[in-house]
């Protein structure tokens, strides 16, 4: 274990970020090799879904820099060209020779993304942490998780490589909650709970300039971490503070974090640790990358993973809502389909990521990457948008009242079914049973046809396409449910109490089409 007394393992020169090349190929490249060779690249190859946002998020950062020092004020018109003819390479190089100094994951007084201050500050001179600290998929502290088995006075080591990526995924999705250095408590990071929302592009570049954030977002002020100065104690015990822009957001050191090098400055095994430059979220500056649904209250609430809810699910938070009263997409959908639109690509759909981690206060819940296809008329038609709310709910509202009813059979099976401790066993057993999964999994099937035939204008198709893909999906689902249950002769009585009811809900989506009552259907 030594601290840092020169600099070591440049990110512009050493490999470290995974990417996937046309041919299949899996392999770490440099900061530089990423961005100068962005359109020989499919698409990065991290496999942890907090850090794969975080590497985009940091790469857009330093693109959007690096085409305003050198062009200043640019317009969708100059993303458009880029896209056709490729990313400028003089700017790129330009500013990653001005800037390389600050790209030393090791350095004495300008570390990337850390804070060197820690080194000498009496809260965390003496005191060093296992780098699980920073790791949203390792144990540390009172957190250990069922498949790591790492003890904090003993921690393993892992690459400088690695090590960085962690770093930037904390700092992006680390929750709120206690910190007990510098500061008591800390604010979360800009992606705390969120499932995070990107378009992808058929390679890197282009995956790049859909995302990238339009020049006038940023305010002259709005630089990412590397080229602000660096923080001292005083600067991380103040106040939270509003991000400038997307390029403070996408870097923000929302925990202030020192690696303590070893194995001739290659490997990480400790770090210093301390509340960062926290940061004061405004509702009227939502993440790029978020998207919100709007409750009855009228609150926007982020787009999150809950449970085994399939992405899907979520369509309606995604796609255009010149009301308001339902929902938010991310701003990067609305810059994509801009570029889609100057581009003169309207038959191709947008592949959308969806990424990020779920925490309920400062307990990790699960991470997820799923990838959705979506029609050009999706993000850009109002009414095709509508429709695809209108379908989406009803597909939940017909969920709701199956439930309700496979519930009400698996209780009147059970002793005594009106005491209300048996009518909660009786939905627990049903929410872990097979229902919500044979429902589902069947809509989703159809989901493409669905969407395909909204975009092209065939309402009335769509509609009947999807309402007999409910009606299957809900016959599936309760012939699951009852054999789940079993075959005793209570069973089989509670079964036929609850067969003519089933009948009647099945035989109700062979009405006329009628406007749901439920306007939002929360997991």
Known sequence: ????????????????????????????????????????????????????????????????????????PWKDADRARWYREGLPEAPIRAYLDQWREQFWLFHPETPFMQVSALTDAPETRDKLKPWTQVCLAGGSGNTPVVFDHAVDDAPSSISAALACRHLLGFLQFTPGGLVKSVR???????????????????????????????????????????????????????????????????????????????????????????AGLALEEDVKAPDPMACYRITKEGKAVRMSFFEGRAVWRELPALVPDPSGKFNQPAAVLSWATNLRDRTGQFDVPIPVLVAGLASDQAKLLRWRVERVDLPLPLLTDPDAATEVRARIREGEDLYFRLRGLCAEMISSAMPDPA???????????????????????????????????????????????????LRLAAQGAWDATRSAV????????????AFPKIQRLLRSLDQPETKTTREEVLP
């Open 1 to 72: 274990m030594t601290d840092q007394t020169q600099p070591a393992f440049n990110l512009l020169d050493e490999p470290w970020i995974p990417v996937r090349f046309p041919d299949g190929e899996v392999r770490d490249v440099s900061l530089t090799q990423a961005v100068l060779e962005a359109d020989r690249i499919t698409a990065l190859a991290e496999t942890s879904p907090p850090n794969l946002i975080a590497l985009y998020r940091m790469l857009l950062a330093l693109l959007h820099r690096a085409l305003t020092a050198h062009h200043g």
């Open 486 to 497: 079993g075959d005793s002769p209570a069973a089989l009585r509670a079964q036929a109490r």
């Open 419 to 469: 005491h209300k401790d048996t009518k909660a066993r009786a939905r627990n057993i049903l929410d872990n049973g097979p229902t919500a999964a044979v429902f589902f999994s069947s809509a989703e099937r159809a989901l493409p046809e669905l969407m395909q035939r909204i975009a092209a204008g065939d309402i009335e198709a769509a509609y009947l396409h999807w309402i007999s893909t």
């Open 184 to 274: 008591d408590s800390d604010k979360a990071g800009p992606l705390s709970n969120t499932a995070a929302v990107m378009a992808l592009g058929g390679h890197l570049a282009e995956t790049l300039l859909i995302n990238l954030h339009p020049h006038g977002m940023s305010t002259v002020g709005d630089l990412p971490a590397w080229e602000q100065p660096q923080p001292g104690i005083a600067a991380l015990r103040a106040a939270s503070k509003l991000a400038t822009g997307a390029n403070d957001r996408y870097t923000r050191i929302s925990r202030a974090v020192l690696f303590v090098p070893e194995d001739q400055q290659r490997c990480i095994r400790h770090v210093r640790f301390a």
